[in-house]
């Protein structure tokens, strides 16, 4: 007996209901962004990975998955090397390329590539899938859908706040209520010069990114382990501790950056931020949390984190501001800010609350019973009609069984059926039947498609 098939672990196959789900989210944050001005690219699903390499930190650059190159590639391989079975040394030889980890490092590419093209700033989104060599577990996946909207060539904090107020608007069409958490890696940078470590800055933010997984204790022992003296983790305690209100915490904050040039530059651009959007008003809770690194390196100013409030579940958008991200490709000067909005995790979150409207599962309006050949070929007339005026119609396509294809409406959850026979083509009319309550009319059409536009 042949073994079932299964997929790779991390990923998943989606049915025609999950995947008018999924197209709703999809088609909600489409039109959030083409509603604030976002224009959208799309970039191959694999770069080079001279391209990937070293944009994620080595924790990311270890999550890269690597195509293997076709042909040959043993050939440029000595015996040596073969037998010393060094995984990363021999990837680095038979693989030049690498699936997308995000698309924010393909976008910085495409702006290169094409900048003569462009237009600055440029407000661009994609979504498209990525896919990282991670663990599976709840709420992350080795293959997922990514929403971007970034806008590089332009360093105005006005950016951010539309981005705040684009994930307040996504958020609120959905339905879902989220805590909006800010932070700015300059005053990360300025924690680390003020501690004494400023060399330190990426161990740093990379243990206390990971505050919410493994506790104050476990930041701690990270922090010692990667080499930074009791003394500097002493002074850094009261930081990640801080409470208060965003001004109180902001407050806190300034007076330990006072004299630091870049944590005071931090501190005056989250200032800014949290006062204009006061002023402007979000439904979503915007909160300064200083314990809020993410991890990717390329961040250089202001960083965003949005967590769902009703359900446990990981971080649902991200983003932040890069002022560097196009330097690594030539083309220095160029400073960005976007966010992303994972869709797999916003997924799993509507799945649990069932948010998602009734008329978002789509699905046939109408299927017309198929009696024969003669039957069929007026019934195609009719569905013909129905198309013409946007409504989602089908014929069955055999004349098998009134019962068989009663069932096959049912199991697609289709709330009309229209049966035509003889009389009825005569007449010029339908009997349409109310799947749900059973009850059966005759009508014109006119009257058939009046019906299922209500």
């Not at 924010?104 to 590539?113: H, L, N, S």
């Not at 950016?159 to 932070?183: C, P, T, Y």
Request: proline share 3%.
């Amino acid at each position: 007996m042949a073994a079932k098939p299964s997929i790779p672990k991390g990923t998943r196959d989606f049915s025609p209901i999950e995947m008018s789900k999924r197209n709703y989210i999809f088609n909600t944050i489409r039109e959030a962004f083409h509603l604030f001005g976002f224009q959208q690219i799309e970039t191959p699903s694999m770069e080079n990975l001279s391209t990937l390499m070293g944009k994620y930190g080595e924790e990311g650059d270890k999550l890269l998955f690597k195509i293997q190159n076709s042909g040959d590639y043993f050939s440029a391989l000595t015996d040596e090397e073969l037998l010393s079975r060094n995984a990363a040394k021999l990837a680095s030889k038979f693989c030049e390329k690498g699936l997308r980890y995000d698309l924010t490092v393909p976008f910085a590419r495409y702006v290169v590539m094409h900048r003569d093209e462009l237009t600055f700033p440029f407000k661009r989104y994609q979504i498209q899938p990525v896919w990282r060599a991670d663990r599976p577990q709840k709420g992350r996946y080795r293959e997922f859908y990514q929403c971007d909207a970034d806008v590089i060539g332009n360093n105005s904090l006005i950016n951010e706040v539309e981005l705040i107020q684009l994930i307040d608007h996504v958020f609120g069409k959905l339905g879902i209520r989220v805590a909006v958490k800010l932070n700015n890696r300059k005053i990360l940078a300025g924690i680390a010069e003020v501690i004494g470590e400023p060399d330190k800055i990426i161990d740093i933010t990379v243990a206390i990114d990971k505050l919410d997984k493994i506790g104050l204790d476990g930041v701690i022992a990270e922090l010692k382990q990667k080499g930074i003296g009791n003394e500097a983790v002493e002074k850094l305690l009261p930081i990640l501790q801080a409470q208060g209100n965003n001004s109180e915490k902001l407050g806190t904050i300034a007076e330990v950056l006072a004299g630091n040039a870049t944590g005071e530059k931090g501190v005056e651009e989250t200032r800014f931020i949290l006062e204009t959007i006061e002023k402007l008003g979000i439904n979503s809770s915007l909160e300064l949390d200083l314990t809020l690194a993410r991890g990717l390196n390329y961040y250089t100013g202001a960083i965003l984190e949005v967590k769902a409030l009703d359900v446990a579940i990981g971080s649902i958008s991200g983003g932040g501001r890069y002022d560097n991200l196009t330097g690594v490709f030539g083309m220095e000067g160029v400073s960005g800010v976007g966010i992303s909005f994972g869709a797999d995790r916003i997924y799993d979150v509507m799945n649990q609350l069932d948010l998602y409207p009734k008329d978002s599962i789509l699905n046939t309006k109408v299927m017309f019973v198929n009696f024969g050949e003669k039957e069929a070929l007026y019934s195609l007339g009719l569905v013909a009609r129905l198309r013409a005026a946007d409504i989602s119609a089908e014929l069955y396509p055999g004349s098998d069984k009134m019962k068989k294809q009663m069932g096959y409406a049912n199991n697609h959850n289709i709330p009309y059926v229209a049966i035509i026979g003889e009389t009825e083509m005569s007449n010029g009319t339908i009997a349409v039947k109310n799947m749900a309550s059973g009850e059966q009319n005759i009508m014109s059409i006119d009257e058939l498609i009046t019906l299922l536009k209500k």
